[in-house]
């Protein structure tokens, strides 16, 4: 691999120092590298485009943290383009590399083929009876808007009533995603290579409120159900912390793997679980 576009979060590299390093490093070893940046709480880079941008491209570096290589997951996966991430925040679960020397090995690496590719399973939602689908790597979230009350949902698996859940929404979270909003809300962490889908609910209004283990295969159904006489309620769906739409009571979203996947590169033996050890000891 030669040929690279490096998506930067400029909130954290905001004078594009270290942006500027890595494309130059990059060209100084034969490679080509152009970069693209966005800002924290921005929804894509403006004048981004698939077909101009990663025309070509044959690795997506991804220079920021988690949220940003979400954004550019989504992006390179509809072109079955590999990424990495160099990690600029906190956490960094899907980012392999820290910004630096290791950063620098990695892309020799990189150009020397040294590497294998993971494949992520993603999710796919759209509203019942729409044309348009919505991605999401890491979660799909079903979350009240407006005052503060609780919602209700009913799911359905494979066209059967499973449960209706009362509180302030639901995750159905990926493997990948099972480290997010997942996690914090109590549900299990789990490979990011397994092939499976978790349904979480958050502050549920239950005596047990615990996460169901779906099949990959399955297709998820959530309906909004009404709480009082006048059905004004709306619930806010929203892919990987984007907002996707607002759905009305007895409006219904039906969610299942999505076709494509996400393609990680990784460039060391270290497995997910030396990873999680190492940041639950750091955080």
């Known amino acids: 691999m030669k040929n690279f576009l490096l998506i930067v979060n400029a909130s954290k590299d905001f004078d594009l120092e270290e942006t500027k390093k890595i494309c130059k490093y990059v060209e100084e070893k034969g490679g080509a590298c152009h970069y ?16 101009k941008d990663l025309q070509g491209v044959e690795c997506v570096l991804v220079l920021g943290g988690d949220g940003t290589l979400i954004w550019a997951a989504r992006e390179a996966a509809a072109c079955r383009v ?21 950063a620098f090995c ?18 796919s939602g759209k509203m019942q009876y729409g044309e348009k689908s919505y991605y999401a790597l890491n979660d799909i979230v079903f979350h009240r808007t407006g005052p503060l009350s609780l919602v209700i949902l009913i799911v359905y698996v494979n066209g059967k009533y499973l449960n209706t859940f009362q509180g302030d929404g639901i995750i159905l979270s990926t493997p990948t995603g099972s480290t997010g909003y997942n996690m914090s809300a109590g549900g299990p962490i789990v490979d990011p290579k397994a092939q499976l889908i978790l349904l979480t609910p958050i502050n549920a209004h239950m005596f047990s409120p615990k996460s169901i283990v779906l099949d990959a295969g399955d297709e998820i159904t959530i309906e909004v159900a009404s709480r009082r006489l006048q059905k004004d309620e709306m619930v806010e769906v929203s892919f990987d912390g984007d907002s996707g739409f607002r759905l009305p009571v007895g409006g219904r979203v039906q969610i299942c793997r999505a076709e494509k996947c996400t393609k990680i590169l990784k460039l060391s033996e270290i497995s997910f679980l030396e990873i999680l050890r190492k940041k639950m000891q750091e955080y």
């Not at 693209?36 to 077909?51: L, W, Y």
């Open 106 to 123: 990695a892309i020799d690496q990189i150009m020397q083929d040294s590497y294998i590719i993971e494949e992520r399973m993603m999710l």
């Open 36 to 51: 693209a940046s966005m800002m924290d709480g921005q929804v894509g880079i403006e004048g981004f485009s698939r077909q």
């Open 82 to 102: 590999p990424l990495i991430g160099i990690n600029m925040g906190t956490l960094g679960y899907l980012c392999e590399l820290e910004v630096g020397e290791s």
